[in-house]
């Protein structure tokens, strides 16, 4: 009686443990592929071997690009050389990415920078913000930029448990399993929130103070990483991940796939979700971030190469 019981408990344990299993496979999209949506004008930047995990780009068309993320678990193909911020001219007939060099005592050695973001002063002066990862801490470096050189000059690193400020920090928003991306409105009036481990995108209005009031959440059933607003249209584009474990567990014989979304009628009771570009790791692996500008897109990755794409 004694073994019965034993095998049946066993029985009900493994049973559970699938259970599990699989619903952790449905959550990750462990088995997900994509169907191939890709446009006609595209082409690699050369320069850009390293990875290209976010992008910011100016109302003037110049992009900045991180590059070079060494993360736990990610694969990294330049793994002995130190990130950099590299920067395109969309403008152009045929747009190149140049390394942007760094002055005012920053260590570049350590340099491994993750996401950006611009910040433009009231006196039109450009201030980058870069979240770096030195020896796997987490901080935030501020840089200006000097147009005319073509440079970067650091000013200071924030420092933080929370992540953290000289002044101070406070939760503005909860709920999330895994707050990503995150990105403003066209007009500030929202923030678009990133939830990467549950594949949708939270939609909050912005208070005076900061505060953030979820509005709604868009389910997109894929796991959603950087975020980016089209300036001509408020639509967002999202850089997704359709199937991480390929991710995790890298197979160059069967890499992670790329995907693409713009979500447009964000306000709207129905927004609509489309497919701008979708790959499976054939040209693209692991796309992080989708940025556009006067009908152009860059297309990153977390550790892969660069897409340009003319829409």
Same mark, same amino acid.
């Given at each position: 009686?004694?073994?019965?019981?034993?095998?049946?408990?066993?029985?009900?344990?493994?049973?559970?443990?699938?259970?599990?299993?699989?619903?952790?496979?449905?959550?990750?999209?462990?088995?997900?592929?994509?169907?191939?949506?890709?446009?006609?004008?595209?082409?690699?930047?050369?320069?850009?071997?390293?990875?290209?995990?976010?992008?910011?780009?100016?109302?003037?068309?110049?992009?900045?690009?991180?590059?070079?993320?060494?993360?736990?678990?990610?694969?990294?193909?330049?793994?002995?050389?130190?990130?950099?911020?590299?920067?395109?001219?969309?403008?152009?007939?045929?747009?190149?990415?140049?390394?942007?060099?760094?002055?005012?005592?920053?260590?570049?050695?350590?340099?491994?920078?993750?996401?950006?973001?611009?910040?433009?002063?009231?006196?039109?002066? *450009? #201030? &980058?913000?870069?979240?770096? /990862?030195?020896?796997? =801490? $987490?901080?935030? @470096?501020?840089?200006?930029?000097?147009?005319?050189?073509?440079?970067? *000059? #650091? &000013?200071?690193?924030?420092? /933080?448990?929370?992540? =953290? $400020?000289?002044? @101070?920090?406070?939760?503005?928003?909860?709920?999330?399993?895994?707050?990503?991306?995150?990105?403003?409105?066209?007009?500030?009036?929202?923030?678009?929130?990133?939830?990467?481990?549950?594949?949708?995108?939270?939609?909050?209005?912005?208070?005076?103070?900061?505060?953030?009031?979820?509005?709604?959440?868009?389910?997109?059933?894929?796991?959603?990483?950087?975020?980016?607003?089209?300036?001509?249209?408020?639509?967002?584009?999202?850089?997704?991940?359709?199937?991480?474990?390929?991710?995790?567990?890298?197979?160059?014989?069967?890499?992670?796939?790329?995907?693409?979304?713009?979500?447009?009628?964000?306000?709207?009771?129905?927004?609509?979700?489309?497919?701008?570009?979708?790959?499976?790791?054939?040209?693209?692996?692991?796309?992080?971030?989708?940025?556009?500008?006067?009908?152009?897109?860059?297309?990153?990755?977390?550790?892969?190469?660069?897409?340009?794409?003319?829409?």
């Amino acid at each position: 009686m004694g073994k019965l019981v034993a095998l049946v408990l066993l029985g009900v344990g493994l049973s559970l443990v699938g259970e599990m299993f699989l619903a952790f496979r449905e959550r990750v999209n462990a088995s997900r592929e994509v169907e191939p949506v890709e446009p006609e004008n595209c082409h690699l930047i050369e320069e850009l071997e390293s990875g290209s995990e976010d992008i910011d780009i100016l109302p003037s068309g110049l992009a900045f690009i991180s590059s070079g993320l060494k993360y736990p678990g990610m694969p990294n193909f330049a793994p002995d050389e130190p990130g950099k911020i590299f920067l395109m001219d969309l403008n152009e007939q045929n747009p190149r990415a140049q390394a942007l060099e760094i002055s005012g005592g920053f260590d570049k050695e350590l340099f491994n920078p993750h996401g950006i973001s611009i910040f433009i002063d009231k006196d039109n002066t *450009v #201030y &980058l913000y870069v979240v770096n /990862h030195p020896h796997m =801490k $987490s901080t935030v @470096e501020i840089f200006k930029f000097e147009e005319q050189q073509r440079s970067l *000059v #650091y &000013l200071k690193t924030i420092k /933080h448990e929370l992540l =953290k $400020s000289p002044r @101070e920090v406070k939760v503005v928003a909860k709920g999330f399993c895994s707050a990503n991306g995150i990105t403003v409105s066209a007009d500030q009036k929202y923030v678009y929130v990133a939830d990467v481990a549950a594949k949708n995108i939270h939609i909050m209005e912005k208070h005076d103070n900061w505060d953030l009031t979820q509005l709604k959440v868009i389910q997109l059933g894929t796991l959603v990483d950087n975020l980016t607003v089209d300036p001509a249209t408020g639509d967002i584009l999202a850089g997704c991940h359709p199937n991480p474990m390929k991710l995790l567990n890298y197979n160059p014989e069967d890499p992670p796939g790329s995907e693409v979304l713009r979500i447009q009628n964000v306000l709207s009771e129905k927004p609509r979700v489309s497919t701008v570009y979708a790959n499976n790791g054939s040209v693209l692996q692991g796309t992080s971030v989708a940025s556009v500008y006067h009908g152009k897109i860059l297309i990153g990755t977390v550790f892969h190469k660069t897409l340009y794409c003319e829409l």
